[in-house]
């Protein structure tokens, strides 16, 4: 079975500082793996997206996640927070064992940015 | 982009009331759209999985008889809460997958928040 595991359900981080988002996934197969982020009262928005390519994704606002294998991570990461980036990441597992593809959250994790 | 909307994006109801929750692909054709419930602070959990013209598929402890899902076209699902408690008061999302895109990508709606009283 698949499912992923967010390390912290909250962070905060300082405005121009890095954040770091920790994500561990668990699958019997090469899996996708997707992060979104959910700000207040507002639906979901696919960040990046790891479907067995290149192992370091970049995504949308300057984020990226790296697919490590022998760590079963998937790390979300951004070099210098925003205020903006103030929102709820959830890491996402691709379910395998129908045809529907679908999706299994992590519990998510709420980022507060700092000024 | 591809862009879903739900509509209402928030309803107040009494208990014993039915509410209906639209789910629409503006932009694209569907042939699969999911319903997922999420509670205050949690995760998302996925209620059901409908596909265009067919019967939906549940998730494993989500009433069928009570949560009704029909998708009667490429562009529309809907999600009815029947004879709605206050233990059904949650925020409802649904997504769509994109007929003609990467197979397994979904597009989230905004929600609708429902509070039975």
């Known amino acids: 079975a698949q499912s992923v595991t967010q390390l912290d359900s909250h962070v905060s981080v300082s405005e121009g500082t890095p954040v770091l988002l920790r994500c561990n996934y668990s699958?019997?197969?090469?899996?996708?793996l997707f992060w979104y982020v959910q700000h207040p009262n507002k639906g979901l928005q696919l960040l990046l997206k790891?479907?067995?390519?290149?192992?370091l994704v970049k995504g949308i606002n300057g984020f990226e996640a790296e697919f490590k294998k022998s760590e079963t991570s998937f790390h979300l990461t951004k070099p210098s927070a925003h205020m903006s980036d103030a929102a709820e990441y959830f890491c996402?597992?691709?379910?395998?064992?129908?045809?529907?593809?679908?999706?299994?959250f992590g519990k998510g994790t709420k980022l507060s940015v700092k000024p | 982009g591809a862009v879903v909307s739900q509509h209402p994006s928030w309803v107040i109801c009494k208990s014993g009331t039915s509410v209906k929750i639209e789910c629409r692909s503006l932009?694209?054709?569907?042939?699969?759209m999911f319903w997922y419930r999420q509670f205050p602070k949690q995760s998302l959990m996925l209620m059901a999985t409908?596909?265009?013209?067919?019967?939906?598929?549940?998730e494993q402890g989500v009433e069928k008889d009570k949560f009704l899902i029909n998708h009667a076209s490429l562009t529309l699902s809907t999600l009815t809460v029947t004879s709605a408690h206050p233990e059904d008061s949650s925020f409802y999302i649904c997504?769509?997958?994109?007929?003609?895109?990467?197979?397994?990508?979904?597009?989230f709606g905004p929600g609708t928040r429902l509070t039975v009283l």
């Open positions: 409908s596909n265009e013209g067919s019967k939906a598929t549940y």
């Open positions: 932009d694209f054709q569907a042939t699969t």
């Open positions: 699958s019997s197969y090469s899996p996708s």
């Open positions: 997504s769509a997958r994109d007929r003609g895109g990467y197979y397994n990508e979904q597009f």
């Open positions: 790891y479907t067995s390519a290149a192992t």
């Open positions: 996402v597992v691709e379910h395998y064992g129908g045809s529907q593809g679908n999706l299994i």
